[in-house]
């Protein structure tokens, strides 16, 4: 089947080598860590539970620290835990991590200069700089995002279920930067009252320290599956059930620009057990969406689909509302989620692509209100965020100007909102949700 967005290895041999080689590799999760996830989702579906997916637009080969994975992870926590306590409901935390190293592009070249250069596809194939031989895909890339994969789900398992993540240090989460601003001080109130809950529920007898209900989290990894050499080289049979599974992380989805019916990345994903998603644009109509659930899950498994809406704040509610309608009447257990950003991409004066942290806020607010007025479940958030103080999407609440944009513009590829952003949106949305529920 034709597989779009694939990079034009320039040695077909040395491809071979490398997928061979990561096809002798360790998986890097487990089966029967997907099928949690995948009950998790299941929740979701059925609308007691709320999904985080957040992350780089792509990791890079070049911020690979403890620091910076911390730091996702401490942003990550912070927002589960005020949707989890303004909520009410368990909040499914996914990163877009360990694993986001491939990107689909619009074109295939870009100009710089005078020269046609090719694109930057991602670390996992090239590299951003702006010439010809950086930008020659190399299939060692793939080993590397293998191996930097590995470590970083390593300190993540550590940090999640070593104590780093436990709810007794809520007010650790805050960093310094975050919390001297307006949405840093709101933070600080609520674990303020969380804490006091904790030492309540030790005043009656409950043991917070070795509970491991409130001593560790699960955050579970995933990534675009877009390089179908290397997901297939992660694939492997479930020693367990005999299923087939994409170990390269939990969850899998499928970009805008590889989502077609008969395409190789549907083909490929439909064969795997792992929960998947699948992002769905303004242009989607409703045969479209009921063929993808009956291709993607025709079994029904709740949590088995996730689709990810990114189709920009002035169209979300019109060209949403008839799907989920649809899909309502089909009774298909689906996750919605609403992807703000991708849609909402645009140019600054000064030539940086960006976002505006207001439109993100409208289409999060336009997909609350048509999930409303169809009575389904506004299942969850997929964000681009970094825990670092960068400057690349305009507004928040301590507003992000076009003249701060060029002050740390870190991104190897699209626009992140920074850690202060990010705990803003995370306080809009239960707001929102809250209001609407
Ligand atoms: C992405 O999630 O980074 C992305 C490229 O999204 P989409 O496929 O929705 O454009
Ligand atoms: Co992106």
């Not at 780093?164 to 303020?192: C, I, K, M, P």
């Amino acid at each position: 089947m034709p597989a779009v967005q694939q990079p034009q290895w320039p040695d077909s041999g040395d491809l071979e080598r490398a997928l061979k080689q990561i096809s002798t590799f360790p998986p890097l999760v487990f089966a029967g860590e997907a099928r949690s996830l995948q009950a998790a989702l299941g929740q979701v579906a059925s609308g007691n539970a709320f999904l985080l997916q957040a992350g780089d637009c792509a990791e890079s080969f070049e911020e690979f620290t403890a620091v910076n994975i911390r730091e996702k992870l401490r942003i990550i926590l912070q927002m589960a835990v005020m949707l989890t306590y303004s909520m009410g409901v368990p909040v499914v935390k996914v990163g877009r991590i360990a694993g986001q190293f491939a990107k689909p592009r619009s074109a295939n070249t870009e100009k710089v200069g005078n020269i046609d250069l090719p694109v930057f596809r991602g670390h996992m194939v090239n590299d951003p700089a702006a010439h010809e031989d950086a930008r020659r895909p190399n299939p060692d890339r793939l080993i590397q995002a293998y191996h930097q994969s590995a470590s970083t789900l390593n300190l993540l398992r550590a940090f999640t279920k070593g104590g780093f993540a436990d709810l007794n240090r809520v007010h650790a989460w805050n960093q310094e930067f975050v919390a001297t601003s307006a949405e840093g001080q709101r933070y600080e109130q609520v674990a303020g009252e969380i804490e006091r809950a904790l030492a309540f529920m030790r005043a009656c007898g409950v043991d917070t320290e070795t509970n491991s209900a409130l001593h560790q989290v699960d955050v579970y990894t995933s990534h675009e599956a877009l390089i179908l050499g290397y997901e297939e080289a992660l694939t492997r049979q479930d020693s367990l059930t005999g299923g087939w599974y994409d170990c390269s992380a939990h969850m899998l989805w499928i970009g805008e620009r590889t989502r077609q019916l008969d395409g190789a990345h549907i083909e490929f994903l439909r064969g795997v057990g792992n929960p998947i998603g699948c992002k769905i644009g303004k242009e989607t109509n409703v045969d479209f969406v009921l063929n993808l659930c009956e291709t993607l899950n025709p079994s029904r498994i709740p949590g088995r689909l996730t689709l990810i809406t990114r189709m920009g704040a002035d169209h979300v509610v019109d060209a949403l509302r008839p799907l989920l309608r649809a899909v309502r009447d089909t009774g298909h257990p689906v996750v919605w989620a609403c992807d703000p950003m991708h849609a909402n991409t645009f140019t600054a004066p000064n030539g940086r692509k960006t976002r505006h942290f207001d439109d993100i806020i409208r289409e999060i607010t336009g997909f609350v209100l048509a999930h409303r007025a169809e009575g389904t479940w506004p299942g969850g958030i997929h964000i681009e965020l970094t825990g670092e103080n960068v400057t690349e999407c305009l507004g928040g609440a301590e507003a992000v100007s076009n003249e701060d944009l060029d002050t740390r513009y870190e991104t190897v590829c699209d626009p992140r909102l920074n850690a202060r952003q990010s705990l803003d949106l995370a306080f809009r949305v239960t707001e929102l949700i809250r209001d609407k529920k």
